[in-house]
Every structure is written in structure tokens, then in C-alpha cells.
């Protein structure tokens, strides 16, 4: 059988996102080594971000979007650093690549895994797992707006920043959400907005929403505003299993159910064009995290599992399994990085994961 190399374009980016990118490319570099042949990876580093930006004054290439559509993936770190204005740092990059490459799907899966503190109380809370669906292509952050009136003086300044909602842009997530839906134990897809208040793009969500639910009577539906939808991760979260909303909502909550689940450093996404027309972009939910960067102490889960979301997109889906296994058997045996209470360093894990895929290697 002829090797398959898969070329990764790597943004390894600002903070943490260097380092723990490094971390799954020793990862996927294992599972190459382990695959006798069947497959590898080739890597091109770019090394856009902030240093970049404060040193040719952009965050990446004029060309960067063309570049990458060159590529089967891109594996990204973070963006963001003291020095330059976050609005700066993540337009130039992160959204300039998902808008850039249309990737409108963001897979934000919730996990809680074994042995990691837990930081809600519910009776079932290792069977819990649910996905977040975000847009990612429009909504909130789709930079339309602008600001004026600062020669009025002090305090006369005026900013608008508007939402854009598009019918195609809601039907193509909802329909994403329901067809995922129809692949997990539970069918059902919950849909997240804020119609009451956001009266015109809202709107057209839900109509959109319940559009295309008809077309799925199999799948169970269920719409909640998002204020409510935050309490319900605390309080119901059995009741989840895919829930889509818009881009900036779906963030927020992502960062809650990371939270939820023991920490942001273990929460994986990825950025898909589901067309398969341009290359899709793994990455953790996490940012650039300059409170720990350099100190080698950032947890790298949510980007090795975010490698395992790659792997499962380039159809290497027993690979996928393994690394997702490791990571779990790693945190079951309480070695862990301090933000979820453990004392291991960033590089403890890995070896500790990569461990864990040789021996189910060897037991194969
Ligand atoms: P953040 O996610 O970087 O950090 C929030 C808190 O979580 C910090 O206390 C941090 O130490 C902790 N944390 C995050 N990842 C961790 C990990 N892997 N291990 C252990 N602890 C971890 O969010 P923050 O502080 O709001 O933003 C920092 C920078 O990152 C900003 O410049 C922001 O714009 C950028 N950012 C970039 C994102 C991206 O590139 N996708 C996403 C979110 C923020
Ligand atoms: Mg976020």
C-alpha cells in the first residue's frame, strides 16, 4: 500500500499556543512513526502572530489565506499577546483565516475525562458529553460597522457594530447541527439565541431553525434564549447533546462548558469547511494564555485533542480513538498539569500520553 502524507500548515502562533502545538505534533509525529508506513505528515511552519505583526506589521502574509489553501489542514496554537490590541491580533489571524477559507463550522465538543477534578455536581457526570455547533463565518464578528464623530471632542465618539445574519449562513449550521445529530446517541439538536432581544437576525434563526427541523422529524429539537441556555450547562447539562448557536454565543458558552469540564486547557475544536474546498483548522478552545506562556506549564490536552479531531478528518479514525483513549487513561492516573490540580508540566502529559499509545500499540 502507497504511504498517504497528509501536509499540515502550522500556525503554532502567540503565548501557550507555541508550545502546546509542539506537544501534538510530537503526538501525531508518534502515531506516523507507529503506523508503519501507512501514513505521515509533513509540516510547513508559519510563524505569524504577534512578533510578526510587531515587526512587519502584519499579522500574516497579504498572500496568507492563498498560502494555506495549499495545505490538508492547518494545526493552529493561539493568537493574541500584550503589545498588540487583541482586535488586531485575532481579525488578522484567526478570523482571517476561518472567514478567509470559509470554514463555517466550529466543533467545540464538551468531555469530562476520568481522574480530572470535578468542578459541577451531577449525579451523572461521566456520562455527560455534548457538542457546540458554532457559525463561524458570520453573526456577531462579521467586522461590519465602524467608528466616528472623534473630532467632536472628548466623550462624542460614536462605534456601531452590527450582526450579520444571513438565511444561507443559518441553514448551513442548523442543517450541520442536524445532520451531527443523527450520528450521536441522542438525537436531538438544541438551538441557542436571543430572539427576544435581537429581533431581526434572531428571528431569522429560528425560522430558518424551524424550517429545517421539519425535514428532520427523527431528530428532537428544543430552542432556549442564552441566558437561560448558561444556566442549563450548570444545572440540566443531561439534556444537551448538540447545540448550535452563533458565533460569538457559542464562544461564551464553550468557554463555560470547558470550564464546566475541569479547565480551558482540555477543550479541542475544530474549524471546518464541510465542503471540503479549503483546509479545515484544528485548534483548542483556549487562547494565548500570557499569564503562564514560557513557563511550560500550559496544559496541552485541548490541543492533542484537537489533533485527534484532524486525525478523525483525515478519516484515521482508529487513530483518533487511541489518542482521545491515551488522553483519558493519562488524566485517570492523576497526571495532571496544575490547572486542573495536578503538578505535571506540559511536557509530562505528552509523554505520559504518548506512553499510553505505545502500549496499546504493542497490545494491538
Ligand atoms: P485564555 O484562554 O488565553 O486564558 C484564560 C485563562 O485560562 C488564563 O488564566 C489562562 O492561564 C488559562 N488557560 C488557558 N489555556 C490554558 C491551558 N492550556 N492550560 C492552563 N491554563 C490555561 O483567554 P484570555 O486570557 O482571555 O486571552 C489571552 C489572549 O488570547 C488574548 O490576546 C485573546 O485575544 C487571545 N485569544 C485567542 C484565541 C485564539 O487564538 N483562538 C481564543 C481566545 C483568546
Ligand atoms: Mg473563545
Not at 502515531?31 to 505569524?48: R, V
Not at 466616528?148 to 472628548?154: I, K, P, Y
Not at 483548522?281 to 506562556?293: Q, W
Request: charged share 25%; proline share 4%.
Amino acid at each position: 500500500m502507497e504511504k498517504k502524507i497528509y501536509r499540515i500548515a502550522v500556525i503554532p502562533g502567540d503565548g501557550i499556543g507555541i508550545e502546546v502545538v509542539n506537544e501534538g505534533i510530537r503526538v501525531l509525529e508518534h502515531l506516523a512513526k507507529q503506523s508503519e508506513e501507512k501514513f505521515a505528515f509533513e509540516y510547513d511552519y508559519f510563524p505569524w502572530g504577534c512578533e510578526y505583526y510587531l515587526k512587519y506589521g502584519k499579522m500574516m502574509d497579504e498572500d496568507g489565506v492563498e498560502k494555506l489553501k495549499d495545505y490538508d489542514a492547518i494545526y493552529f496554537g493561539a493568537v493574541g499577546y500584550p503589545g498588540v490590541p487583541d482586535h488586531i491580533s485575532l481579525w488578522g489571524l484567526r478570523i482571517a483565516i476561518c472567514q478567509g477559507l470559509d470554514q463555517w463550522a466550529n466543533i467545540r465538543p464538551v468531555e469530562f475525562l476520568p481522574g480530572v477534578p470535578k468542578r459541577l455536581n451531577h449525579p451523572d457526570i461521566d456520562s455527560l458529553n455534548w457538542v457546540l455547533i458554532r457559525e463561524n463565518s458570520e453573526g456577531e464578528y462579521s467586522g461590519i460597522g465602524g467608528r466616528n464623530f472623534s473630532s467632536r471632542g472628548d466623550g462624542k465618539e460614536v462605534a456601531v457594530q452590527s450582526s450579520l445574519f444571513t438565511e444561507h449562513g443559518c441553514e448551513r449550521i442548523i442543517r450541520y447541527a442536524f445532520d451531527m445529530a443523527r450520528t450521536r446517541k441522542r438525537k436531538k439538536v438544541t438551538s441557542v439565541t436571543k430572539s427576544n432581544a435581537q429581533q431581526y437576525g434572531m428571528v431569522l434563526w429560528d425560522e430558518v431553525f424551524d424550517r429545517v427541523s421539519k425535514e428532520y422529524p427523527d431528530v428532537e429539537t428544543d430552542q432556549w434564549l442564552v441566558d437561560a441556555m448558561a444556566a442549563q450547562f450548570v444545572l440540566h447539562p443531561e439534556e444537551l447533546e448538540v447545540v448550535v448557536a452563533s458565533n460569538l454565543f457559542a464562544d461564551i458558552l464553550s468557554d463555560l462548558g470547558s470550564a464546566l469540564s475541569g479547565s480551558l486547557g482540555i477543550a479541542a475544536s475544530a474549524n471546518i469547511n464541510p465542503e471540503g474546498h479549503t483546509p479545515s483548522m484544528f485548534e483548542s478552545v483556549h487562547g494565548s494564555a500570557p499569564d503562564i506562556a514560557g513557563k511550560g506549564i500550559a496544559n496541552p490536552i485541548g490541543t492533542i485533542g484537537s489533533a485527534a479531531l484532524m486525525l478523525e478528518h483525515f478519516g484515521l479514525k482508529d487513530e483518533a480513538k487511541q489518542v482521545n483513549d491515551a488522553i483519558k487513561e493519562t488524566t485517570n492516573q492523576g497526571i495532571l498539569t496544575r490547572d486542573i490540580g495536578g503538578t505535571a508540566d506540559t511536557k509530562d502529559i505528552t509523554n505520559a500520553i504518548i506512553n499510553s499509545l505505545s502500549s496499546v500499540y504493542n497490545k494491538a
